[in-house]
Each structure stands twice: as structure tokens, then as C-alpha cells.
Nanobody, 118 residues
Framework: QVQLVESGGGLVQAGGSLRLSCAAS????????MGWFRRAPGKDRDFVAF????????SYADSVKGRFTISRDNAKNTVYLQMNSLKPEDTAVYYC???????????WGQGTQVTVSS
């Protein structure tokens, strides 16, 4: 099992930027595909971005494509989410998770709050 801790959230004005970090302990992240998700108030948790274990493959939800960038530094055991051109509708708690061998998501972190004011 991997312990994940998200950080980097905060309050930002529309158009601003934030970089979220997902730091792992317990195991090396280097062999795991990883993802970012978010849960807006009153809504289900939604997929945001995916990155393969090597970092060579990424994918994004349509709502963030062109604005968000997922990356990783396996030497630092950390996955990042660079968020630019933020919109009020990006307000949510952001979570990272490990993609399991059976394509389910597990080892969720506690989340970090992102609030975008208009």
C-alpha cells in the first residue's frame, strides 16, 4: 500500500495558477500509473488527469485539457498537477490515487482544497 499526501491547494483568483503535489511514502511510485481526481461541492468525484509510470503517457478530462499538466518526478516520489487559467468551476477538493493492476483506483490521499474566486 502507498500513502499519498496532496498539497499545494489554496485560494486563487480566476485566471491564476496553482501547482498541486502528491507525495508518496511506503513504496516507490515509480512502477505505478497515477491519477488526479476532483470533487466539487455536491458532486461526484471526477477524473482530471492520468500519467503512466514512466511519465511518457498522459491523458486529461476535456474540461481541463490545455490548461492543466500532469507530471511526475519518480526520484522524488511525487506526482504534480500544474493548473493554469483557473476558472471558478475548477473549485473542488483534489485527490491523487494509484491505478491498480485491475484498473481500479486505490490508496487515495486526503485531498487538497482548491478555491477559485471570480
Amino acid at each position: 500500500q502507498v500513502q499519498l499526501v496532496e498539497s499545494g491547494g489554496g485560494l486563487v483568483q480566476a485566471g491564476g495558477s496553482l501547482r498541486l503535489s502528491c507525495a508518496a511514502s511506503g513504496r516507490s511510485l515509480g512502477t505505478y500509473n497515477m491519477g488526479w481526481f476532483r470533487r466539487a461541492p455536491g458532486k461526484d468525484r471526477d477524473f482530471v488527469a492520468f500519467i503512466s509510470s514512466s511519465g511518457e503517457s498522459t491523458s486529461y478530462a476535456d474540461s481541463v485539457k490545455g490548461r492543466f499538466t500532469i507530471s511526475r518526478d519518480n526520484a522524488k516520489n511525487t506526482v504534480y498537477l500544474q493548473m493554469n487559467s483557473l476558472k471558478p468551476e475548477d473549485t473542488a477538493v483534489y485527490y491523487c490515487a494509484v491505478r491498480s493492476w485491475d484498473s481500479t483506483w486505490r490508496d487515495w490521499g486526503q485531498g487538497t482544497q482548491v478555491t477559485v474566486s471570480s
